[in-house]
């Protein structure tokens, strides 16, 4: 498989990159590293729900300034990769269609969840993150990982482990991050900019959405739903939603979090964590997907409806 992506890569005049909607750390220094590796013939696609605008927290990576975005990009590409996109459905609008009629097309992921939706299916599923199997895919393909390539692959590693606390923790994951270490980069410095680079606004709001959590089943399930009027009341964006579902799941009692985010037409995106609980048989009833103990789905319903619908399926696991 090694060699037929290569040789796809090699093929190809035009690649285009694409990370999942609403991207993180993992999905877009995956896609950084594995520009940098492509070079000049390869784009990036950043999927933002509103403004065009690579999420604050990560413009520091390498590439970050010239990617394209759902209003810009252009059907005019020979291979697409997807990068960290468990599902096909994370991939929308006319990206999508691109991917549907595109002949060559790609998917490198680590999602366990990932059923393999592109002609080559590079998934390994358990993995800590995307950007481990990278690490991975470039040793075995004989390519030197230089020290820029380095960077995008940690901070991929770094943020989708929760720093090294998950249990996709490998030995593995320890060597890789080891080994990217040792290409000078500066890992202290990009854990600041990933974890201590935060706006006001972004800590004020998850303080309120924390304050009005509520709890089920003897305080073993905590939950918190976020309207757009709450986006609007503190002039956030969706990035600035990330890491509230670990905050809830982090009190003592609670076992499953659940973060609900409502939009402007009542549909409902969910995230959910568990500390012992595996999550996908309760996602994959909404055609969701993910980890054992982080995953998401889409309920096309109202944030008061959605949570109801999970925690009558939740109560069979808790």
Do not use: W
């Not at 090694?2 to 796809?8: H, P, Q, S, T, V």
């Not at 590293?33 to 605008?53: H, N, T």
């Not at 600041?192 to 305080?219: E, G, H, R």
Request: charge should be neutral; proline fraction near 3%; hydrophobic fraction near 40%.
């Amino acid at each position: 498989m090694i060699d037929e992506i290569l040789e796809k890569i090699k093929q190809a005049n035009k690649v285009l990159i694409i990370t999942h909607v609403n991207p993180d750390g993992d999905t877009l220094g995956s896609a950084s590293a594995l520009k940098l590796f492509i070079g000049d013939k390869a784009d990036i696609l950043v999927q933002v729900e509103s403004k065009l605008k690579v999420p604050e927290i990560y413009k520091f990576l390498p590439k970050m300034d010239d990617v394209k975005f759902l209003d810009t990009v252009k059907d005019e590409y020979d291979l697409l990769i997807a990068v960290d996109v468990a599902s096909i459905d994370r991939i929308v609008e006319f990206p999508r269609k691109m991917f549907d009629k595109c002949k060559n097309t790609i998917n490198i992921d680590h999602h366990k969840t990932n059923k393999g939706y592109a002609a080559i299916n590079l998934i390994k599923g358990g993995y800590s993150s995307t950007g481990e199997v990278l690490y991975d895919f470039f040793n075995e393909a004989n390519i030197k990982i230089t020290k820029e390539m380095a960077e995008p692959l940690y901070v991929a590693i770094l943020t989708d482990t929760g720093c090294f606390r998950y249990e996709t923790v490998t030995k593995n994951t320890f060597l890789a991050a080891s080994n990217l270490m040792e290409k000078g980069i500066d890992t202290s410095l990009i854990a600041k900019k990933c974890y201590d680079n935060k706006p006001k606004s972004m800590i004020t709001f998850q303080a309120d959405i924390v304050s009005k959590a509520k709890f089920a089943f003897d305080d073993k399930v905590a939950y918190a739903i976020i309207t757009s009027s709450d986006m609007e009341k503190f002039n956030v964006k969706n990035e600035h939603t990330e890491g509230i579902a670990e905050t809830l799941r982090s009190i003592k009692t609670v076992d499953i979090s659940i973060l609900l985010k409502e939009n402007e037409e009542k549909i409902t995106k969910v995230s959910l964590r568990s500390k012992t609980i595996d999550l996908t048989p309760v996602v994959e009833k909404f055609n969701g997907g993910g980890h054992r103990m982080a995953a998401g789905c889409t309920i096309r319903k109202p944030a008061k409806v959605a949570i109801e619908l999970l925690l009558d399926e939740i109560i069979k696991y808790v």
